[in-house]
Nanobody, 127 residues
């Protein structure tokens, strides 16, 4: 089992920055590919960013490229999402996820690719 706990969400203004954290515990969690997803009201949960277990490869959905940065500190079993230049369309509950079982994709992007999820942290961006 892997437990994931997100933190760092809040209410900010457009143009501001936030840094989300996801602390993992349980089975050798530092070796898992990790991802961030988000879900806005009335919308499906969508992929935001992913990172390989080494941290060497990072990938993003187009709408956040150049603004968001995913990173990880395996010594602390923590994954981060630095979000800059936030806009109102970034308002959502943000979830981190861990992939324990490889499913064939080197860069997992769908919900079904991930095995464990956190409870989410709310990010609200006001105009």
């Amino acid at each position: 089992q892997v437990q994931l706990v997100e933190s760092g969400g809040g209410l900010v203004q457009a143009g501001d920055s936030l840094r989300l954290s996801c602390a993992a515990s349980g089975r050798t969690s530092s070796t898992y590919p990790m991802g961030w997803f988000r879900q806005a009201p009335g919308k499906e949960r969508e992929f935001v960013a992913g990172i390989t277990w080494t941290g060497n490869i990072k990938y993003y959905t187009d709408s956040v490229k150049g603004r968001f940065t995913i990173s990880r500190d395996n010594a602390k079993n923590t994954v981060f999402l630095q979000m800059n230049s936030l806009n109102t369309e970034d308002t959502a509950v943000y979830y981190c996820a861990a992939q324990m079982y490889y499913r064939g994709s080197a860069y997992p992007r769908t919900m079904s690719d991930y095995d464990y999820w956190g409870q989410g942290t709310q990010v609200t961006v006001s105009s």
